[in-house]
């Protein structure tokens, strides 16, 4: 079986989206049609805002899919005017807005939307969303207008924020450059901040209804909702505010932060047993365990700890077992004991969970002790937040209490685009920096990282059930693409480098794994997979097992946005991972101190990822093509969404 290369790239063979660049005077920006989305808000290289958009909000949070037609397109030298029709259909929900986007001569942008219900439905948000980009604010000064008129003197939060930093908000503005304000100004609604580093997203975000305004709101068919957003400025440009032009990405090797973390992958959700081929390869991973959740309160997890002791065993490595505490926690964790004692897991940690806590209660853990002490005294016991960052970040947990605290990460809470998806990765860091900052020198363990939520945490009610031929919500057809796995190597750099204790990723196999089953994907349709193949992304995860015992680099790239490095030291041989998170070519020049002049470079893009995931084994033994350093680096050219392997001998002193 082949796979086409639209499919190989990002896991669908929808076309890569379009994107209008735009001035408005000295600032430049970018436009994507398809979803209403203005992003990269720059003058010069300062970048002003991340993006700016509208969105519709169901009743559980879900983010209604626009579909867009340009109605209007006047783009000149240093001004330009779109105008654009927005229909929001999903299930019951219809709501169609109009929208018009304008920048003038002296840099003012204006965005503004005009909508209405063309049924009658449940939502928890309707309108705009300004993102203020956090590379270079957090810790700097802002001047907030309230809905009242009052000025409120801030600062944008520098360590992420559990609560709202600004609320009843109108306008905002902070200095771009030295005797230059910009200004944003959010008109039909009250808007108030939220920090969105709390789920990984590389923004505050200024949004509106404020959240203290009940939620779900009945909208009733007809209702209309106007809103605008005006950027603008007081004092003078500076001259030099000019673009620069690109000449490639360059990666710049540092020194050795420390050894690699565990790294693991979870139990596969549908529940197959591992066959002879993929206890094989996941073996060659390396792994340092695997994750299983047990939900105390089901019928069947006698059956699923007993599979997954089975499939510890196979795979020679221990477990990470997850508790799930229900109503009757002691009847629970005393009905436990048995299992453990006849199944006799090799368990690495034990994590503490109930149905009703966001962040476990120090209670359920000095309870889960009591009889997991029994079973082995030596095996740590901690707990989190099953969920994201955020609940753990707004109940912080006594440090006194654990051995180690955890929480989850995945990158698609508020969008969904390729785009979107890679900004987050440079957040996952800032999470773990975070904790630090409230639970001290406790160890910090993720687990576990997935491309899509596993549950959602926040809903105010049932989702409905995907038509036959519609994935899980829990799927991601990107799972199987090379753009998956130039996330995963992004995920990988920051996390390992961040000083963690442990990482669990994904699962084994099937849709959510790094390889598919050998029956392949249920719905080949939407889910177009290699039966018996691997993913992508397994090969990352192998490249990293080649070199476990080594020693992680501090690696800078010149653009994260669009390269990023993962660097790894053994021995003699410096193991570089470079990926390409866009979808056009990047030149990538590779310098560090120490490195030889020779490195060998093998591929993983849309010329090979087919073999590479039919015959892994085969494709694992590949050195790749020689490579001679020119001048103090390493050049290179990666296909869109590649991941390139180096393998750079260390300069002999």
């Given at each position: 079986?082949?796979?086409?290369?639209?499919?190989?790239?990002?896991?669908?063979?929808?076309?890569?989206?379009?994107?209008?660049?735009?001035?408005?005077?000295?600032?430049?920006?970018?436009?994507?049609?398809?979803?209403?989305?203005?992003?990269?808000?720059?003058?010069?290289?300062?970048?002003?805002?991340?993006?700016?958009?509208?969105?519709?909000?169901?009743?559980?949070?879900?983010?209604?899919?626009?579909?867009?037609?340009?109605?209007?397109?006047?783009?000149?030298?240093?001004?330009?005017?779109?105008?654009?029709?927005?229909?929001?259909?999903?299930?019951?929900?219809?709501?169609?807005?109009?929208?018009?986007?304008?920048?003038?001569?002296?840099?003012?942008?204006?965005?503004?939307?005009?909508?209405?219900?063309?049924?009658?439905?449940?939502?928890?948000?309707?309108?705009?969303?300004?993102?203020?980009?956090?590379?270079?604010?957090?810790?700097?000064?802002?001047?907030?207008?309230?809905?009242?008129?009052?000025?409120?003197?801030?600062?944008?939060?520098?360590?992420?924020?559990?609560?709202?930093?600004?609320?009843?908000?109108?306008?905002?503005?902070?200095?771009?450059?030295?005797?230059?304000?910009?200004?944003?100004?959010?008109?039909?609604?009250?808007?108030?901040?939220?920090?969105?580093?709390?789920?990984?997203?590389?923004?505050?975000?200024?949004?509106?209804?404020?959240?203290?305004?009940?939620?779900?709101?009945?909208?009733?068919?007809?209702?209309?909702?106007?809103?605008?957003?005006?950027?603008?400025?007081?004092?003078?440009?500076?001259?030099?505010?000019?673009?620069?032009?690109?000449?490639?990405?360059?990666?710049?090797?540092?020194?050795?932060?420390?050894?690699?973390?565990?790294?693991?992958?979870?139990?596969?959700?549908?529940?197959?047993?591992?066959?002879?081929?993929?206890?094989?390869?996941?073996?060659?991973?390396?792994?340092?365990?695997?994750?299983?959740?047990?939900?105390?309160?089901?019928?069947?997890?006698?059956?699923?700890?007993?599979?997954?002791?089975?499939?510890?065993?196979?795979?020679?490595?221990?477990?990470?077992?997850?508790?799930?505490?229900?109503?009757?926690?002691?009847?629970?964790?005393?009905?436990?004991?048995?299992?453990?004692?006849?199944?006799?897991?090799?368990?690495?940690?034990?994590?503490?969970?109930?149905?009703?806590?966001?962040?476990?209660?120090?209670?359920?853990?000095?309870?889960?002790?009591?009889?997991?002490?029994?079973?082995?005294?030596?095996?740590?016991?901690?707990?989190?937040?099953?969920?994201?960052?955020?609940?753990?970040?707004?109940?912080?947990?006594?440090?006194?209490?654990?051995?180690?605290?955890?929480?989850?990460?995945?990158?698609?809470?508020?969008?969904?685009?390729?785009?979107?998806?890679?900004?987050?990765?440079?957040?996952?860091?800032?999470?773990?920096?975070?904790?630090?900052?409230?639970?001290?020198?406790?160890?910090?363990?993720?687990?576990?990282?997935?491309?899509?939520?596993?549950?959602?945490?926040?809903?105010?009610?049932?989702?409905?059930?995907?038509?036959?031929?519609?994935?899980?919500?829990?799927?991601?057809?990107?799972?199987?693409?090379?753009?998956?796995?130039?996330?995963?190597?992004g995920s990988l750099k920051r996390l390992l480098s961040s000083g963690i204790e442990s990482v669990t990723y994904y699962e084994t196999t099937g849709w959510r794994g790094v390889m598919e089953t050998e029956d392949g994907s249920p719905i080949p349709t939407a889910f177009r997979s290699m039966p018996g193949g691997v993913y992508p992304l397994y090969h990352v995860f192998a490249e990293v097992a080649e070199v476990r015992d080594g020693a992680v680099l501090d690696t800078e790239s010149s653009d994260a946005l669009a390269v990023e490095a993962l660097a790894v030291r053994r021995g003699d041989t410096t193991r570089l991972l470079v990926a390409n998170l866009t979808p056009e070519r990047q030149t990538v020049t590779v310098?560090?101190?120490?490195?030889?002049?020779?490195?060998?470079?093998?591929?993983?893009?849309?010329?090979?990822?087919?073999?590479?995931?039919?015959?892994?084994?085969?494709?694992?033994?590949?050195?790749?093509?020689?490579?001679?350093?020119?001048?103090?680096?390493?050049?290179?050219?990666?296909?869109?969404?590649?991941?390139?392997?180096?393998?750079?001998?260390?300069?002999?002193?």
């Open positions: 079986m082949t796979i086409p290369t639209s499919v190989l790239l990002d896991g669908t063979d929808n076309p890569t989206p379009q994107r209008i660049s735009l001035r408005a005077g000295a600032l430049m920006m970018q436009f994507e049609p398809e979803l209403a989305f203005l992003r990269y808000v720059r003058l010069g290289r300062t970048e002003i805002l991340r993006g700016l958009y509208a969105a519709v909000r169901d009743h559980n949070w879900g983010t209604v899919a626009p579909r867009v037609t340009l109605t209007e397109r006047d783009v000149r030298v240093d001004s330009f005017r779109l105008a654009f029709d927005v229909t929001c259909v999903q299930n019951d929900i219809d709501f169609l807005w109009r929208g018009t986007l304008t920048g003038d001569p002296d840099g003012a942008v204006t965005f503004t939307f005009n909508g209405e219900a063309r049924s009658a439905f449940r939502r928890n948000r309707i309108g705009f969303c300004v993102l203020h980009p956090v590379e270079d604010l957090p810790g700097s000064p802002c001047r907030v207008e309230k809905t009242d008129g009052s000025l409120e003197e801030g600062v944008f939060p520098l360590h992420i924020s559990p609560e709202q930093p600004f609320m009843d908000m109108r306008a905002i503005s902070h200095e771009v450059a030295p005797g230059l304000r910009a200004s944003v100004r959010m008109e039909g609604d009250t808007f108030e901040m939220e920090d969105q580093r709390n789920w990984t997203d590389a923004s505050y975000k200024t949004y509106c209804t404020p959240l203290a305004v009940p939620y779900p709101v009945e909208v009733a068919r007809g209702t209309r909702i106007r809103q605008r957003v005006t950027i603008s400025f007081t004092g003078d440009f500076p001259e030099s505010a000019q673009d620069e032009a690109s000449s490639g990405v360059t990666v710049t090797l540092g020194d050795e932060i420390g050894a690699l973390p565990g790294i693991g992958l979870g139990v596969a959700s549908h529940g197959q047993p591992l066959s002879a081929s993929e206890i094989r390869r996941l073996r060659a991973l390396n792994l340092s365990h695997l994750r299983v959740d047990l939900n105390l309160e089901a019928d069947d997890v006698g059956q699923t700890l007993s599979q997954a002791v089975e499939q510890s065993r196979q795979l020679d490595i221990p477990l990470e077992v997850a508790l799930h505490l229900g109503e009757q926690p002691v009847l629970q964790l005393d009905d436990l004991v048995p299992l453990l004692d006849d199944a006799k897991p090799n368990v690495i940690r034990w994590i503490v969970f109930h149905r009703d806590d966001e962040v476990t209660d120090a209670r359920w853990v000095r309870l889960a002790r009591r009889f997991l002490d029994d079973y082995d005294t030596s095996i740590p016991v901690g707990a989190g937040a099953n969920a994201y960052f955020t609940e753990l970040n707004r109940d912080r947990p006594d440090p006194a209490t654990l051995d180690f605290v955890c929480f989850s990460i995945n990158p698609q809470v508020h969008a969904f685009d390729n785009a979107s998806l890679s900004e987050t990765l440079p957040m996952q860091a800032a999470t773990v920096e975070s904790a630090r900052q409230f639970m001290g020198e406790t160890p910090i363990v993720i687990t576990p990282v997935t491309l899509k939520p596993r549950f959602n945490p926040n809903a105010t009610g049932d989702d409905p059930q995907p038509l036959p031929d519609e994935l899980p919500s829990q799927v991601d057809p990107r799972q199987m693409s090379l753009f998956g796995a130039a996330w995963t190597v310098h560090g101190d120490g490195l030889g002049g020779q490195a060998y470079v093998l591929a993983l893009d849309e010329t090979s990822a087919n073999r590479a995931m039919a015959a892994p084994e085969v494709f694992r033994t590949r050195q790749g093509a020689a490579l001679s350093k020119s001048g103090d680096g390493f050049t290179l050219e990666l296909l869109p969404y590649a991941v390139a392997r180096m393998d750079i001998s260390i300069m002999e002193s």
